[in-house]
Nanobody, 115 residues
Framework: QVQLVESGGGLVQAGGSLRLSCAAS????????MGWYRRAPGKQRELVAD???????RYADSVKGRFTISRDNAKNTMYLQMNSLKPEDTAVYYC?????????WGQGTQVTVSS
């Protein structure tokens, strides 16, 4: 089994930046795609960005040009660089990895953007 540990969340003013990390441990050698989702209060969980094992990326329209997803396969770690943050980016951010047997989710990290 793979375990995920997220870090990097916090409180930031609008226009600021944060960098989220998601470190995988355990049986992480079979990780395929990796991604970030978020759930804002009163809203459904939504995809923020994901990255394939080959490095192909896709982003939600709301974060394009502001967020950058990346991964370091040697460290089994994924990152989300978030710039020009807006209050509407406030949410719990979850990392997810796709394994041969299904998806594994992290515990989530809170990101709060004040206006």
């Amino acid at each position: 089994q793979v375990q995920l540990v997220e870090s990097g969340g916090g409180l930031v003013q609008a226009g600021g930046s944060l960098r989220l990390s998601c470190a995988a441990s355990g049986s992480s050698f079979s990780i395929n795609a990796m991604g970030w989702y978020r759930r804002a209060p009163g809203k459904q969980r939504e995809l923020v960005a994901d990255i394939s094992s080959g490095g192909s990326t896709r982003y939600a329209d709301s974060v394009k040009g502001r967020f950058t997803i990346s991964r370091d396969n040697a460290k089994n770690t994924m990152y989300l660089q978030m710039n020009s943050l807006k209050p509407e980016d406030t949410a719990v951010y979850y990392c997810v990895v796709t394994m041969p047997y299904g998806n594994v989710w992290g515990q989530g990290t809170q990101v709060t953007v004040s206006s």
